[in-house]
């Protein structure tokens, strides 16, 4: 149990430090926006929030599942606070182009 644990905590980690070097990388589409995380310090994170174990709402009525905690510590890393934001799956990537959203965080990939 405790070596799953560790196993996912590890993941984790390497999947947050691959996003923020991604993030921060020069050839980032949009160069200021890690600046603008870090000014407003909030991170804006969309996700449906109805595929569980990824994200879904549990009994309190919060999101939580994987991507959830990925956020979290992602926004964590970057020294500010995740704003979740339940996203309709058609309007994922528009929110994300329109930046209306920071990240996305839905089993999206690219």
Known sequence: MKLALLGRQALMGVMA?????????????DEGLLNKVKARGTLLVGLEGTYPPFS??????????????????LAKHLG??????P????????????????V?????TI
């Not at 430090?17 to 589409?29: D, E, Q, R, T």
């Not at 500010?80 to 934001?85: G, P």
């Open 56 to 73: 879904f709402q549990g009994d309190d009525g919060k999101l939580t599942g994987f991507e959830v905690d990925f956020a979290e510590a």
């Open 104 to 108: 996305v965080r839905n089993r999206v």
């Open 87 to 102: 996203t309709k799956w058609d309007g994922m990537l528009a929110s994300l182009a329109s930046k209306r959203k920071d």
């Open 80 to 85: 500010v606070k995740a704003s979740l934001k």
């Open 17 to 29: 430090v691959a996003l923020v070097a991604g993030m921060s990388a020069k050839s980032f589409a």
